[in-house]
């Protein structure tokens, strides 16, 4: 693949990424917003929201082809954001640490790349940035106890597979 293809690729990839956490985390608040983990989780949305932002910046003055599966996250998004909040406040932690945990992963090898690319340190330092801010919802998730959820390791296992098959097929469809 060219080196304009992968840069496509990362962009259109984070792009759907982040609008996929807006839209778990409104599953999440339409569920928990009136409860006492609310403004944590109404907080980390909006900073999804920043992070959509800067890809979506990124997708304009690049022309880069955004995802067709929007609509898909739209609703797969939400539906795991509400389904992991009806399992209770550790349930929607628990999501959390999971889909963060793989995008960690996914950030972490994107910033490796990008090393060896200097004229693209402008991505670079939003990328590190997104990334910065997801070890923290990351961190905030386990502070607020998800690992006591029932069924941790089952459920962030399934959350985990999700969200890499979701990575796969964003970077290409
Ligand atoms: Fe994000
Ligand atoms: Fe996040």
């Known amino acids: 693949m060219g080196e304009k293809d992968k840069i496509h690729e990362m962009i259109r990839v984070n792009h759907a990424g982040e609008y996929g956490a807006i839209r778990i985390y409104k599953g999440q608040l339409a569920v928990l917003g009136k409860s006492s983990v609310g403004p944590v989780i109404q907080h980390m949305a909006e900073q999804e929201q920043d992070h959509f932002d800067l890809f979506d910046k990124e997708i304009k003055d690049r022309h880069v082809r955004p995802t ?30 999971a889909v963060e ?71 290409k469809i």
């Not at 609703?75 to 929607?92: D, R």
């Open 68 to 97: 067709a599966l929007a609509p898909l996250w739209h609703v797969a998004g939400f539906a795991l954001g509400a389904a992991s909040a009806l399992l209770g406040k550790k349930g929607a932690m628990a999501c959390t640490v």
């Open 101 to 171: 945990s793989v995008i960690d992963e996914h950030y972490r090898d994107q910033l490796k790349d990008l090393e060896t690319l200097p004229k693209e340190k402008d991505l670079k330092d939003k990328i590190a940035k997104c990334h910065a801010e997801e070890l923290e919802h990351h961190d905030t998730s386990l502070e607020l106890e998800a690992e006591k959820l029932p069924g941790y390791k089952v459920f962030t296992t399934f959350v985990k597979t999700a969200s890499r098959t979701a990575i796969w097929l964003s970077k």
